[in-house]
């Protein structure tokens, strides 16, 4: 009990509470002892008196201190109680959503109904290896601490996980299996891990069932023992089950179902493979239709269903037993709807008009008579004779049902037997882990006989508990040597003999089961006779005869004693059971099979798995009762669990409502009191609860020191201080390393440190308020001051404006006057001068006017008077005519009438017919001789006029043609006309457009005004729309690089894999010599030698199987244990090979598919070759008829051109010549291009003739090559035929070349013209066009639109120019360094033959140059050595060279170089052989090296020379890209005869593993001193407060390590860096090494501050971002800051920040949002729930403040994950890094012992 001085005003206290069950109160009034009432004031509020009990005068249990509210252990709390408990549990899993407490060693687990992202694989990696105390409150903890135990002290262990139904027992035992599988891998054999997480599956769909509290809630209890061996590896599993609810399997209540396989086998009824089963809905069953709820929210039963058969599948369990089990499953169904109908009072008959069971024996495959009868019998026997007697409905009812469980309870134990067989091993574990499943502690309404059984467990499981509580507190003060005193706790003996000693509540069970008529009232009496007043555990109900009440260590319970007895004998039918056993179903029978033969009751199996319905003698024995079999079993468990050591898990269910994180405080008390935990509490608290070791101490209570009594021993310095703050020494007890306090003196001593602060708070208060007040009036005075200064100023300042005002008045007036004079004086004369300009005008305008009148009026009358005159002079000429007329006509008349009176007169005729007689004779000769000419001439006239036809028909079509051209013609004068026409309208326009002008140019002033504006928003919008490009190129260019940089990770991630899978197989090898070797005595089987062009494969490789086989025949003498691991290597070996066979199947497969597609590709191109060349003969033939047709027509109209030369149509310079010259020029041109194209296709089908001819001899000389040489010597026997038949043959190959390569060319010729004339056609088609859109265009725009065309055509010029330079210039490269090859090997050739000289000569050479010394510039860079040397050469270059010994002193990269120049003389002398082995021997001895010496300077140096060894295989390539960074002499050091561009990956290969490697050793040495230094080491002295810790931090599985403080991060940082950097490391790959290094600080601290609440306050951030800038300062103390390495700090930083700054507001909670860029949500958030304060002066945070922060961050897409993945390596780059070091300027020391090396 706390002092009564602690019950001052405002202290706060607990007060009793029906609805919370305690609630918080402060004292308004200090409390005297003899007070009978405390004034308190409640959170709302409201004053209450409390009244005391004045006989105890208990005070109400006082509140702990803000700061140790939400702690992480129970026991931490200075005021050990149960509203304390309660309270710390309400606020961690309401507020801080933490479902994980510590209770001293017990982990509370509290179910939060909903999943949580806290059981993935980085949590585990996270938890792993790390002591109990140091972190968050985990399953995974408890399960670490279990198997760190295991593996230290080589002791069992055992987690016992324990709570009421919807607990979360089931879900925190699979996670604790989880874990030890995923931190202990296999051993050689299958994945037993896999195994053990695969029963639970099975385990939940044949155990568990729905209840009202728990939708999957366990109706059994069962034990998984987990073996390891002695690596510490699972090798295999054991389970026992205990207490099955069978009665489940026939009833279930209101909302609550079946197990669950009976609804997966419904869901899947209408499945193919389960149509035999005839079953349907599992509403159709009475047996899954009684709690009317048949489905779960959230489960799909036929998924499940497919996940318990594929858990049956990896179990071993083959899919004929899968579907024997869902018959017999099915046939439970089924016997549930068989109905019984009365016969009789006493008999009864079976009713199976649906057929049920005619079903339930088709499926069991039994005798339907013998069971319908024996449904409705039953057999007794007598001393003499046995009697079927008939059994009455509600008997047969409960028999069928009692068949029905036994039928289940037997399947159940063959499912579990076959479950522990698959996880069963050969080799006996080493050790094991047990995990305990098991019930709580149940109390209902009405208890029955399951409630008893659970209870009387959880009786034994607590009294363990208590012994093993108390056994650790024992130890403890023992440990620390602090004076032992008995601790009273409550011991539960007398409750467990109530019930299982003799004469105890579970023999008299047995005794009344044995009566002939034993009833459940009997047997009631008899222990109301035995127990009632003799034991004060058991009590009798007042208003019951049939129950009973015993006093449990949680709680009161009543048991109803109906169907006690009926369930401890487990009654069946043995008639029915023998009808089972007379199955044809084989399954069946082996579930009876144990019945037959009776076991051993001592055996382990029975025993140690005693489940119900399980007997183990048979039915005609006494079986024993399932109260003994349930004690046997919970005996041996007890046993077990006392020679483990155990761990506690406790699961609390908040709420029955199964509402996520809402805590009903009624239901939590009532587990807290019923698991234990308070039972501890109240064992700690009456001894020693609060425990401080001295640092932890002096450094949280330093405050309340004084200076004399700081000494440089800390233990001194605490009990000095004590024993002053402390006056009761019974308070505290001093140990070795810690000080032990009372209940309720932290709290006291928390109140002296906060009254101290406060004092010290109110004495800062004062001086600075002082400081404020002071400062004030100080500013306050000197503004005074100013203000005075300023304001006579401001006065002064208005006198000298008032006197310069005056003086400018009177000026000013002056002035005005005289303004006002001159201007009435000018408005006068300007009046006077307007009126006289006005009148002169006005006279002026009149005498005008009077003039333009008069000449107006002369005007009219000249051109009347001229009118006049012409009009009369045209009526006179009219009449003369006339006159004229009329005598012309009169004379003709009569000249007329004078002739036709001559011609009628007989003197004419006579005239006339002189001579006529003679004319007619010559008229009929000259008519003869016509017609005989006339003859002659109608035969040519004839053959003209056929001639003349065809002419004709030309001319037709020459003059149509000529017409058109003429209407053309026409149409273009019409076109000229209508231009003229526009020309004018334009010419028109033009004149209206001068007028426009004016105010064109007004506009246009306003135009260049919005024209500048314009151009200035398109310079903003370009500048933008350039930023936005340059930003998306950046975002482009980010995206792709991260492409790259995950490409690179996934490579290097399978370059990883592949090492490991390397080493396991090397060490699968090593293990397998070793125990040949074993069974091999005195013969050690050495390494055998291999070629020297072996692979590293070849060096790895395995035994044969002949080899194994006959090391088999050897071994067989020895033991069983080396058989069985030769075995096991054997499997392995014959796996490995299967798989190399299977990927070099594979790899031959895809080369056979690479062949096929070339071969594809090939016929394509053939077949696509041949089309082409038959498309070119059709165009051949084509341009030749077109070309013929031309010929034909030019021919015919030269002929119609001289034929029609005299016609006007067709003279020179008339237009339809012009048109026809125009047309004759054009065909003209047409055909020389098509003759071009005639020729050029004739070649080119010559020459592809000519290739297919070749091509035919070559086969026809391939196919003559084949005859054997011998023929041929036969035809000529000196062979000269021969060589001359070769030499033709060679010859038609070099001939076959040149013609290909001609033909090639020509048809790229062919191509470039083709393309040439489509690119001028397409010209002159755009000239075409431009010239019809220009002739529409005004004049202006045409000449535009010109300009604009020739500018785009010198631009297209222009760039096809630059693009032919570029060509040239490639081209003149690509000469030039085939010049450069052609003199290398111009001069190699020389070379060889100077070497080839004479033998003498070169003798006398070499004697005279014997005298002279080489010149270094004589070298050449190469090492030669012999090939015996090679190995030696390897062994003291690589496997001996130490880089802490001869290596310190050398040249950074000296092994690669010579390496280098080794491999240069093997390149030189052109021997494949010694280059393949140089490459493949050093890389596997620096493999090798590796491996047997993994420290960090070794790795190092060989990062170093393996990236100079790449780096010389890139330098001297001879490609361009490198050899460009290469000086003259450099370059001719490159490779000539072999390209080894695979080797440079197969080293950049091994670069990346080496570097993963030192990474790998990196974090080894890095990883234990991150979390001290960064977190936990004070290097801001004074700021951190270490609150108290609970029993989790002393009872670590380890002792504490020395403590890494920051310095010692730095100094290894310091070492890492020089390390590389002597070894020559690149720049780069260092700047990569050391981001990567401080990515592992950054991952590891945060992930350790996301899972330790003690770490996350304000102190704690302040500490953060000190450590934080000395590793930047070492950064910018090495030049680092560009490595990436500070951006890697970037979330560290930021949790820091987040922190340190305020937490209240909407705008705080913006900020946040703002400023936590590279950290999660979930991390936001976890973080800012785990904020504690760490002193009274701080705050948390609340609840709603940590929503907005979600609500903000809701939108932000980004990983789930909590943790960062500390195990990550960034993709390594080795940028390329020419060495300046001339190769022949090295030398090779004489401490490397390389003698044998020669330089050439």
């Known amino acids: 009990m706390a002092a009564p001085e602690l019950y001052s005003k405002f202290a706060r206290v607990w007060i009793p509470d029906t609805t919370e069950v305690w609630r918080s109160a402060e004292l308004i009034k200090d409390y005297k002892p003899g007070d009978t009432v405390l004034h308190l004031q409640l959170e709302d509020e409201t004053e209450f008196e409390y009244k005391l009990d004045p006989k105890s005068g208990v005070l109400p249990p006082l509140r702990n201190p803000d700061i140790l509210v939400g702690e992480n252990d129970l026991t931490a709390l200075s005021y050990l109680h149960e509203p304390a408990v309660l309270h710390n549990l309400r606020v961690r899993f309401t507020d801080s959503k933490l479902i994980y407490t510590y209770c001293g060693i017990i982990l509370v687990a509290i179910n939060p109904y909903e999943s949580l992202q806290i059981y993935g694989s980085d949590i585990i990696n996270a938890y792993s290896e790390q002591n109990?105390?140091?972190?968050?409150?985990?399953?995974?903890?408890?399960?670490?601490?279990?198997?760190?135990?295991?593996?230290?002290?080589?002791?069992?262990?055992?987690?016992?996980?324990?709570?009421?139904?919807?607990?979360?027992?089931?879900?925190?035992?699979?996670?604790?299996?989880?874990?030890?599988?995923?931190?202990?891998?296999?051993?050689?054999?299958?994945?037993?891990?896999?195994?053990?997480?695969?029963?639970?599956?099975?385990?939940?769909?044949?155990?568990?069932?729905?209840?009202?509290?728990?939708?999957?809630?366990?109706?059994?209890?069962?034990?998984?023992?987990?073996?390891?061996?002695?690596?510490?590896?699972?090798?295999?599993?054991?389970?026992?089950?205990?207490?099955?609810?069978?009665?489940?399997?026939?009833?279930?209540?209101?909302?609550?179902?079946?197990?669950?396989v009976f609804y997966q086998l419904c869901a899947c009824a209408h499945l193919p493979e389960f149509e035999p089963l005839k079953l349907g809905s599992a509403d159709d069953f009475p047996y899954t239709n009684q709690g009317r709820s048949p489905t779960i929210e959230g489960v799909n039963d036929l998924k499940e269903m497919e996940a318990t058969r594929k858990a049956f599948s990896l179990l071993g369990i083959t899919e004929v037993h899968q579907m024997g089990l869902f018959q017999i499953l099915s046939a439970?169904?089924?016997?549930?709807?068989?109905?019984?109908?009365?016969?009789?009072?006493?008999?009864?008959?079976?009713?199976?008009?649906?057929?049920?069971?005619?079903?339930?024996?088709?499926?069991?495959?039994?005798?339907?008579?013998?069971?319908?009868?024996?449904?409705?019998?039953?057999?007794?026997?007598?001393?003499?004779?046995?009697?079927?007697?008939?059994?009455?409905?509600?008997?047969?009812?409960?028999?069928?049902?009692?068949?029905?469980?036994?039928?289940?309870?037997?399947?159940?134990?063959?499912?579990?037997?076959?479950?522990?067989?698959?996880?069963?091993?050969?080799?006996?574990?080493?050790?094991?882990?047990?995990?305990?499943?098991?019930?709580?502690?149940?109390?209902?309404?009405?208890?029955?006989?399951?409630?008893?059984?659970?209870?009387?467990?959880?009786?034994?499981?607590?009294?363990?508990?208590?012994?093993?509580?108390?056994?650790?507190?024992?130890?403890?003060?023992?440990?620390?040597?602090?004076?032992?005193?008995?601790?009273?706790?409550?011991?539960?003996?007398?409750?467990?003999?109530?019930?299982?000693?003799?004469?105890?509540?579970?023999?008299?069970?047995?005794?009344?089961?044995?009566?002939?008529?034993?009833?459940?009232?009997?047997?009631?009496?008899?222990?109301?006779?035995?127990?009632?007043?003799?034991?004060?555990?058991?009590?009798?109900?007042?208003?019951?005869?049939?129950?009973?009440?015993?006093?449990?260590?949680?709680?009161?319970?009543?048991?109803?004693?109906?169907?006690?007895?009926?369930?401890?004998?487990?009654?069946?039918?043995?008639?029915?059971?023998?009808?089972?056993?007379?199955?044809?179903?084989?399954l069946l029978v082996e579930l009876f099979q144990d019945e037959e033969t009776p076991a051993a009751p001592s055996t382990k199996a029975p025993s140690g798995r005693a489940k119900v319905g399980r007997s183990a003698q048979s039915f005609r024995e006494h079986k024993k009762s399932v109260g003994l079999q349930f004690r046997n079993s919970l005996h041996l468990l007890m046993n077990t669990l006392n020679a483990t050591t155990p761990h506690y898990v406790r699961c609390i269910k908040p709420n029955d409502v199964k509402a996520p994180f809402m805590m009903d405080p009624h239901r939590a008390i009532q587990q807290l009191r019923a698991c234990g935990v308070l039972e501890t509490i109240r064992i700690s608290a009456a001894g020693f609860p609060s425990r401080w070791t001295y640092p932890e101490f002096f450094s949280r209570y330093r405050v309340l020191m004084r200076q004399k009594e700081i000494l440089s021993d800390r233990k001194l310095t605490c009990q000095s201080v004590l024993e002053r703050l402390v006056q009761n020494k019974d308070k505290y007890q001093f140990g070795k390393t810690k000080i032990f306090f009372r209940a309720g003196q932290v709290a006291y001593l928390e109140k002296l440190r906060a009254d101290k602060f406060r004092t010290a708070c109110i004495q800062i208060q004062k001086t600075i308020r002082c400081w404020l007040a002071r400062k004030k009036y100080l500013r306050i005075r000197?503004?005074?001051?100013?203000?005075?200064?300023?304001?006579?100023?401001?006065?002064?300042?208005?006198?000298?404006?008032?006197?310069?005002?005056?003086?400018?008045?009177?000026?000013?007036?002056?002035?005005?006057?005289?303004?006002?004079?001159?201007?009435?004086?000018?408005?006068?004369?300007?009046?006077?001068?307007?009126?006289?300009?006005?009148?002169?005008?006005?006279?002026?305008?009149?005498?005008?006017?009077?003039?333009?009148?008069?000449?107006?009026?002369?005007?009219?009358?000249?051109?009347?008077?001229?009118?006049?005159?012409?009009?009369?002079?045209?009526?006179?000429?009219?009449?003369?005519?006339?006159?004229?007329?009329?005598?012309?006509?009169?004379?003709?008349?009569?000249?007329?009438?004078?002739?036709?009176?001559?011609?009628?007169?007989?003197?004419?005729?006579?005239?006339?017919?002189?001579?006529?007689?003679?004319?007619?004779?010559?008229?009929?000769?000259?008519?003869?001789?016509?017609?005989?000419?006339?003859?002659?001439?109608?035969?040519?006239?004839?053959?003209?006029?056929?001639?003349?036809?065809?002419?004709?028909?030309?001319?037709?079509?020459?003059?149509?043609?000529?017409?058109?051209?003429?209407?053309?013609?026409?149409?273009?004068?019409?076109?000229?006309?209508?231009?003229?026409?526009?020309?004018?309208?334009?010419?028109?326009?033009?004149?209206?457009?001068?007028?426009?002008?004016?105010?064109?140019?007004?506009?246009?002033?306003?135009?260049?005004?919005?024209?500048?504006?314009?151009?200035?928003?398109?310079?903003?919008?370009?500048?933008?729309l350039k930023e936005k490009s340059e930003s998306t190129h950046q975002e482009a260019t980010e995206h792709l690089q991260a492409q790259l940089n995950e490409e690179r990770f996934r490579y290097q991630n399978l370059l990883t894999e592949h090492l490991k899978l390397e080493e396991h197989y090397a060490d699968l090898r090593s293990e397998k010599e070793a125990a040949i070797e074993l069974s091999i005595p005195g013969h050690n089987r050495a390494d055998s030698g291999y070629s020297s062009s072996q692979t590293e494969s070849v060096h790895s490789s395995v035994l044969t199987g002949s080899e194994v086989s006959s090391l088999e025949r050897e071994d067989a003498g020895q033991t069983a244990a080396d058989v069985s691991l030769l075995l096991k290597l054997q499997r392995r070996v014959a796996e490995l090979e299967k798989e190399k066979m299977d990927l070099q199947g594979e790899m031959d497969t895809k080369e056979e598919q690479l062949q096929l597609e070339r071969t594809k590709e090939l016929e394509d191109c053939q077949r696509v070759l041949g089309a082409e060349r038959d498309y070119e003969a059709l165009k051949r033939q084509e341009l030749e008829s077109d070309n013929k047709k031309l010929k034909k027509d030019l021919q015919e109209l030269r002929q119609s051109l001289c034929k029609g030369s005299g016609s006007k149509a067709a003279s020179p310079g008339g237009q339809a010549y012009n048109v026809l010259l125009e047309q004759l020029n054009t065909t003209t041109e047409e055909l020389e291009m098509r003759k071009e194209e005639v020729l050029i296709l004739r070649s080119q089908l010559v020459n592809h003739e000519t290739f297919k001819h070749k091509e035919t001899g070559t086969e026809g000389d391939s196919g003559d090559s084949s005859r054997s040489p011998t023929d041929l010597h036969e035809l000529n026997e000196d062979g000269e035929l021969w060589m001359a038949y070769e030499s033709l043959k060679e010859t038609n190959r070099i001939l076959e070349s040149q013609l290909q390569t001609q033909g090639q060319s020509h048809e790229k010729e062919v191509e470039g013209l083709r393309a040439e004339l489509q690119r001028l056609r397409a010209e002159l088609d755009q000239q075409h066009q431009m010239l019809s859109n220009s002739l529409e265009l005004p004049h202006d725009a045409r000449i535009q639109a010109s300009l604009q065309h020739e500018i785009s055509r010198l631009t297209q010029q222009n760039m096809d120019l630059l693009e032919q330079m570029g060509k040239q210039d490639k081209m003149i490269r690509k000469l030039k360094k085939h010049l450069k090859i052609y003199v290398k090997k111009f001069g190699e050739a020389e070379v060889g033959h100077i070497a080839q000289s004479s033998p003498e000569n070169m003798v006398g050479e070499s004697g005279r140059m014997v005298s002279i010394v080489r010149k270094e510039r004589d070298f050449q860079g190469m090492l030669e050595y012999r090939k015996e040397d090679e190995s030696k050469l390897f062994k003291i270059l690589i496997t001996e060279l130490k880089p802490r010994g001869v290596a310190v002193n050398l040249v950074p990269g000296l092994p690669a170089y010579i390496l280098f120049m080794c491999l240069r003389h093997a390149d030189y002398a052109n021997d494949d052989q010694r280059v393949s082995n140089l490459l493949n021997s050093s890389i596997y001895a620096i493999k090798n090296v590796l491996k047997k010496r993994g420290e960090f300077e070794t790795i190092s140096f060989w990062l170093a020379n393996t990236c100079r060894f790449l780096h010389c295989l890139k330098q001297y390539s001879g490609e361009e890209s490198y050899t460009k960074h290469n000086t003259p002499r450099q370059n001719k050091h490159c490779l000539t005869n072999f390209d080894l561009s695979e080797y440079r990956q197969v080293l950049s290969d091994l670069a990346i593993q080496i570097y993963q490697q030192l990474i790998r050793v990196l974090e080894n040495i890095l990883h234990p001193m991150i979390a001290p230094a960064m977190l936990e080491q004070e290097t801001i002295?004074?700021?951190?407060?270490?609150?108290?810790?609970?029993?989790?931090?002393?009872?670590?599985?380890?002792?504490?390590?020395?403590?890494?403080?920051?310095?010692?991060?730095?100094?290894?940082?310091?070492?890492?860096?020089?390390?590389?950097?002597?070894?020559?490391?690149?720049?780069?790959?260092?700047?990569?090494?050391?981001?990567?290094?401080?990515?592992?600080?950054?991952?590891?601290?945060?992930?350790?501050?996301?899972?330790?609440?003690?770490?996350?306050?304000?102190?704690?951030?302040?500490?953060?971002?000190?450590?934080?800038?000395?590793?930047?300062?070492?950064?910018?103390?090495?030049?680092?800051?560009?490595?990436?390495?500070?951006?890697?700090?970037?979330?560290?930083?930021?949790?820091?920040?987040?922190?340190?700054?305020?937490?209240?507001?909407?705008?705080?909670?913006?900020?946040?949002?703002?400023?936590?860029?590279?950290?999660?949500?979930?991390?936001?958030?976890?973080?800012?729930?785990?904020?504690?304060?760490?002193?009274?002066?701080?705050?948390?945070?609340?609840?709603?403040?940590?929503?907005?922060?979600?609500?903000?961050?809701?939108?932000?897409?980004?990983?789930?994950?909590?943790?960062?993945?500390?195990?990550i390596i960034f993709p390594v780059t080795f940028p390329f890094n020419p060495s300046p070091v001339a190769l022949e300027t090295i030398q090779i020391p004489s401490s490397l012992n390389l003698n044998f090396l020669t330089r050439v």
């Open 332 to 586: 439970i169904l089924h016997l549930g709807n068989v109905e019984v109908k009365e016969r009789g009072s006493s008999s009864c008959a079976i009713s199976d008009e649906s057929g049920h069971l005619a079903v339930f024996c088709e499926l069991t495959e039994v005798s339907y008579e013998s069971m319908a009868h024996w449904l409705c019998h039953k057999k007794l026997k007598t001393a003499t004779e046995t009697l079927n007697k008939p059994v009455t409905q509600l008997e047969a009812i409960n028999g069928r049902d009692a068949l029905a469980k036994h039928i289940y309870a037997k399947l159940f134990s063959w499912i579990v037997d076959q479950v522990n067989k698959a996880l069963s091993t050969s080799s006996k574990p080493h050790s094991f882990i047990g995990v305990l499943d098991i019930y709580g502690f149940e109390t209902f309404e009405v208890n029955s006989f399951e409630q008893f059984c659970i209870n009387y467990a959880n009786e034994k499981l607590q009294q363990q508990f208590n012994m093993h509580v108390f056994k650790l507190e024992q130890e403890e003060y023992m440990k620390e040597q602090i004076p032992w005193t008995l601790i009273d706790f409550y011991d539960n003996q007398p409750c467990i003999s109530l019930i299982e000693a003799k004469m105890g509540l579970l023999d008299l069970l047995d005794e009344e089961c044995t009566m002939p008529k034993g009833s459940d009232e009997s047997w009631a009496q008899k222990l109301y006779n035995t127990h009632l007043k003799k034991s004060s555990h058991f009590e009798k109900p007042r208003m019951s005869n049939k129950a009973f009440i015993i006093l449990h260590f949680a709680d009161k319970v009543e048991y109803q004693c109906d169907g006690f007895l009926e369930k401890n004998k487990d009654t069946v039918n043995e008639e029915q059971i023998n009808v089972l056993k007379a199955s044809k179903f084989a």
């Open 1581 to 1767: 002295q004074g700021v951190m407060g270490v609150k108290p810790t609970g029993m989790r931090k002393r009872t670590s599985s380890f002792h504490e390590e020395s403590s890494h403080s920051l310095e010692s991060i730095l100094k290894q940082l310091d070492v890492f860096y020089y390390t590389l950097l002597q070894h020559g490391n690149d720049t780069e790959l260092v700047r990569q090494f050391i981001k990567q290094q401080f990515y592992v600080i950054c991952s590891v601290t945060l992930n350790n501050l996301l899972l330790r609440k003690d770490m996350c306050s304000w102190s704690k951030g302040l500490q953060i971002r000190y450590n934080v800038c000395q590793l930047e300062e070492w950064l910018l103390d090495k030049d680092l800051q560009g490595s990436g390495a500070r951006e890697s700090l970037e979330p560290l930083i930021q949790a820091a920040q987040l922190l340190q700054i305020k937490k209240k507001s909407q705008d705080d909670a913006e900020a946040i949002c703002t400023m936590c860029t590279a950290l999660t949500t979930e991390q936001i958030v976890k973080i800012l729930s785990l904020y504690t304060p760490v002193n009274e002066f701080e705050e948390r945070v609340c609840i709603s403040f940590i929503k907005s922060v979600q609500t903000l961050l809701k939108d932000r897409k980004e990983s789930s994950q909590l943790l960062m993945d500390a195990k």
């Open 132 to 260: 109990m105390g140091d972190m968050d409150p985990h399953i995974f903890a408890v399960s670490e601490e279990a198997f760190k135990q295991m593996a230290r002290d080589e002791k069992n262990q055992s987690i016992i996980v324990s709570g009421e139904s919807g607990a979360g027992k089931t879900v925190s035992a699979k996670y604790a299996m989880r874990y030890f599988a995923t931190v202990s891998g296999s051993s050689a054999e299958a994945s037993v891990e896999e195994k053990v997480l695969a029963s639970s599956p099975i385990m939940e769909a044949i155990g568990n069932a729905k209840t009202t509290r728990n939708d999957n809630s366990s109706r059994f209890g069962k034990y998984i023992e987990i073996g390891f061996d002695g690596k510490h590896q699972i090798i295999g599993a054991n389970m026992r089950t205990y207490l099955l609810e069978k009665s489940r399997v026939v009833f279930q209540a209101s909302e609550e179902r079946n197990y669950h």
């Open 782 to 1024: 000197q503004a005074a001051i100013t203000l005075q200064r300023y304001t006579r100023g401001h006065q002064a300042r208005c006198l000298c404006k008032t006197l310069r005002r005056t003086r400018a008045a009177v000026i000013f007036q002056k002035c005005t006057r005289m303004w006002a004079a001159r201007r009435q004086f000018l408005r006068q004369k300007a009046a006077a001068v307007l009126i006289q300009r006005l009148l002169r005008g006005y006279t002026a305008r009149l005498e005008y006017h009077r003039l333009v009148c008069e000449h107006k009026a002369l005007l009219i009358q000249r051109w009347v008077r001229g009118f006049l005159a012409r009009w009369r002079f045209r009526r006179i000429k009219r009449a003369v005519v006339y006159l004229q007329c009329c005598v012309r006509r009169m004379l003709a008349r009569r000249e007329l009438k004078k002739l036709k009176i001559e011609a009628r007169s007989v003197e004419h005729y006579k005239k006339l017919n002189f001579g006529m007689e003679n004319k007619i004779m010559q008229l009929q000769r000259k008519l003869d001789e016509q017609h005989k000419e006339n003859r002659e001439l109608s035969e040519q006239v004839r053959q003209m006029e056929s001639h003349g036809a065809a002419e004709l028909e030309k001319l037709h079509v020459q003059l149509k043609t000529l017409q058109e051209a003429e209407e053309e013609a026409h149409q273009r004068g019409d076109l000229v006309k209508s231009l003229q026409e526009e020309l004018e309208m334009v010419r028109q326009e033009l004149e209206k457009n001068k007028e426009m002008v004016a105010e064109l140019n007004e506009k246009n002033t306003l135009l260049k005004s919005e024209k500048d504006e314009m151009n200035r928003l398109i310079q903003e919008q370009e500048q933008q």
